[in-house]
């Protein structure tokens, strides 16, 4: 009886410890705000920052002006993305959310990439997006959409995504992030641009191709670095 007993209790304990892990994220406040601060001085430490007196909050602190200004796309892939976490907007802070801009040249790509702590909700403004993610082992099943202006669509948290202009003029999409800071991987830099190099016998393994291709994508991405 002992024994089946200690067995219902290990049974449980791990139960208690799956349902924590698939529940967790950004921890829940536990007051209506945490204002973060740079002054150690003027708070306590909450989720990784230190959080103003919530008698000296103000307006200011939860307000972020500019997303409607273009940004420069002139660069190698064509994109930009302006990224607003709680290091930017400190009213952000024990929130979990973000938010981001993402402005594209004609054919601009915003590259393959992952979010390792947030599921993203993209809203297309202007233009027209191939948007996709793959999803994860065995399958590596690609899951696309082309988007249009009022458009939305989900891209699950860590999974590797991109979005391509694939109309004749330019695009513009605002996101929202499950996290008040969601991270960003772009795979080829993680992969091709890492500091120090990843060995060549690494990637030329893992890629199947011969060693001067990893070096010449290498040489690209330490540039672009």
Not at 67 to 94: K, M, W
Not at 95 to 113: C, M
Not at 185 to 213: H, M, R, W, Y
Request: proline share 6%; glycine share 6%; hydrophobic share 45%.
């Amino acid at each position: 009886m002992k024994t089946m007993e200690a067995k219902i209790l290990s049974y449980i304990v791990l139960w208690a410890m799956v349902v924590f892990l698939v529940s967790a994220s950004d921890p829940s406040p536990l007051q209506d705000f945490c204002v973060a601060v740079n002054d150690t001085k003027l708070g306590v430490f909450v989720n990784g920052k230190f959080c103003k007196d919530p008698e000296l909050a103000t307006a200011d602190d939860f307000f972020f002006t500019g997303f409607n200004i273009p940004r420069n796309t002139s660069n190698t892939v064509g994109s930009v993305a302006t990224l607003v976490t709680v290091d930017i907007y400190p009213g952000l802070n024990t929130l979990g959310i973000a938010f981001a801009r993402i402005d594209f040249a004609p054919n601009g790509l915003n590259p393959t990439h992952t979010h390792p702590r947030g599921s993203e909700v993209l809203t297309v403004l202007e233009g027209t997006l191939l948007a996709g993610f793959v999803t994860s082992n065995p399958d590596n099943r690609l899951i696309t959409k082309v988007l249009n202006p009022g458009d939305v669509f989900v891209f699950p948290i860590g999974l590797i995504h991109f979005q391509l202009n694939v109309g004749n003029t330019s695009a513009v999409a605002y996101a929202a992030f499950s996290s008040q800071n969601p991270g960003r991987i772009d795979i080829a830099n993680a992969v091709f641009g890492s500091t120090p190099s990843i060995s060549d016998d690494v990637l030329t393994k893992a890629f199947q191709v011969d060693k001067e291709v990893i070096e010449d994508l290498q040489d690209q991405f330490r540039i672009d670095n």
